[in-house]
Every structure is written in C-alpha cells, then in structure tokens.
C-alpha cells in the first residue's frame, strides 16, 4: 500500500470519527445523555429508587414565548493514536465555543413543547502554545455551522419526539454530520425524568442505541438527584458505552477502503443544573474517556493491505445558559 494513501485514510476516519488532527476541524461530540440519532430507537428508561420523601412528577413547563434562552457549551478535547507499525501520536485540540439561541415557540395542551435552536457564534479558545495557524483552521472550519438551525418537539417529561434539521444541501458531509450529532444530543441534554414521582436520591436508567459517527452502539446513562429546591434540580450522571464488532460507514470513504470497528467502550460522569422553566441545563459539566479499536483495509492493484488503528479519547464538556 502507498503510504500517502493511507495517511489519508486515517485523516479521514479521525474527522469522521470526532478526533481531529491539527488540520482538520475539530469533531469533539457532547456526550452527556443518551444523544438520538434516530429517532426511532426510542430510549428506555427505568426507574431504580424513587428517592426519599417528599416525592414529586418532574415536568418540563416553559413558557411559550418567553424570552430567548442563550447555551454556551465549551468542548475540550485530547487524544492518543496509535497505528500499527508507526507508533503513536497525541493529539491536543484547543476548547471550542458553540453558542445557540433557544427559543420555546409553543407548548401544546398535552405538554409537548415545540423550540427552535439556532447556532448564533462558534469560537476557538486559543491557549498558550496552540499554533496560530491551527487556531485560524479550526475557526474558519467551524463558523461554518453559525446560521444552522433545527426544530425539536419534545414531551413534559424532556424526551425527544422529532428532530428536524434545517441545513443547506451542499453541506460538506463531514460537517453535515458533526452538526447534526450536535443538535440530535441537545434534544436529549436536559435529561429525561421518570413517569414516577421522584425524591432526593430518585435513581433512573436511560438506555438506547443509536447510531453515531457511523457506529451502531449500546449507551446506558444513569441520573441521580441529588438535590431539589423548587423548580431547580441538580443530577449527577453516569454514561456507559459499548459497541460490538461491525463494519463502519463513513462519509467520503474511498470505494476501496474498508474500515471495520474491533472494540469500543467508553465511559463518564458529569453533574447538571436543571430548571424547569427551561429545556437546556443552567449548568452543567461532563467528562468522557473512551476507546477505540479499528481495522483498516485499503485494496490496491490487486493487493490487500491491512492496519490497526487505536485511538483513546478523553472529552470535556460545561455548559451554561442564560
């Protein structure tokens, strides 16, 4: 196999992945609730311990028309790749900004509540030692997603019912994809609450599995309250994840390349601020460290090459809103 080749190849199966090497966009992926990517997988969630007295049903009730919610999340991310026979390589991205203005433009009788997000800013956060010129790629891949949009109808109890993205055709697929990752998780991030009425210490389990950056995969989140002071709600989180053995689907990947996941598992923890007033978190903060391991095949005048490639991942994520 020509080496340039399959240094290309790997180039892409890092943006397509959400590991990003310095001249590519950064593809950092908020991992903090079951994050839909179809719809049709619906989560499951089960109640473990309804918490201690007094109980209450916890419902989402903002008001239609109230003034535009701004979320900031801030998204870090470091990594490690090791391809067989080359070594490894640390990789460590400067944060990145995204802004989005929410708006809540109807609650219908039932509950459901209709909002729109708008992606209003994206920044890099240059730090002491991040090369100028990366700085400027990742800020000129990243805005842009300003000006995307997507429609959400969720129900009281913060579970996603429709998503619908609104981006142009031409849309770079690698970017089309990152952008919709984004917003198919927002319509989980305020976390689901139990049908239950719930107390302090009230332990739930959500679990699904969807299909992310061409990996179909087992996501088991645990929620915990662990206060309540009116309206406001703080959850410690929990987030597994797993993924069996499969062939993976990748945008732009070339029609004699083969890429076959091996292993992936994941795991993390955060705490968030909850309001329910609003659909998005006050605060909230998340990390998750995952790995993953890939068989890469590149057929070439009539010959077969073959690498392994792993790469351990470690995200942070906060979120603020106002």
């Known amino acids: 196999m020509k080496k340039p080749l399959f240094v290309s190849l790997l180039v892409l199966l890092m943006s397509g992945l959400g590991k990003a090497p310095p001249s590519l966009p950064v593809r950092a992926e908020p991992i903090f609730a079951i994050a839909q990517n179809e719809l049709a997988t619906k989560p499951e969630l089960e109640l473990l311990d309804a918490g201690i007295e007094p109980r209450q049903k916890l419902r989402f009730s903002p008001v239609q028309g109230s003034r535009t919610e701004i979320l900031t999340m801030t998204m870090d991310m470091d990594m490690e790749m090791t391809v067989e026979g080359e070594g490894s390589r640390a990789i460590d991205m400067p944060p990145v900004e995204i802004e989005f203005e929410i708006e809540v433009e109807k609650v219908d009788s039932n509950g459901d509540i209709h909002a729109s997000f708008y992606c209003s800013r994206t920044d890099v956060v240059a730090e002491a030692g991040t090369p100028p010129p990366l700085a400027r790629k990742l800020q000129a891949e990243i805005e842009k997603m300003v000006g995307f ?171 603020e809103s106002e």
């Open 149 to 319: 949009s997507t429609s959400l109808v969720m129900d009281s109890q913060g579970r996603a019912k429709d998503i619908n993205l609104i981006v142009p055709d031409s849309m770079d697929p690698n970017l089309r994809q990152m952008f919709e990752q984004t917003m198919n998780s927002l319509g989980d991030i305020s976390a689901p609450m139990p049908e239950e009425a719930v107390g302090v210490g009230a332990k739930w389990r959500v679990s699904a599995s969807p299909t992310l950056n061409g990996i179909r995969m087992n996501q088991t989140a645990t929620y915990e309250i662990a206060s309540i002071e009116g309206d406001r709600i703080v959850l410690d989180t929990q987030v597994e994840q797993e993924a069996e053995p499969q062939n993976m689907t990748l945008p732009g990947l070339p029609p004699n390349a083969t890429v076959n996941l091996e292993s992936l598992d994941g795991s993390g923890r955060g705490q968030v601020t909850m309001d329910l007033n609003k659909i998005v978190p006050i605060a909230g903060n998340v990390s998750m460290d995952s790995n993953t391991r890939m068989l890469v095949q590149i057929s070439e005048n009539g010959r077969a090459d073959q690498k392994m490639l792993q790469m351990n991942t470690s995200i942070g994520m906060t979120m």
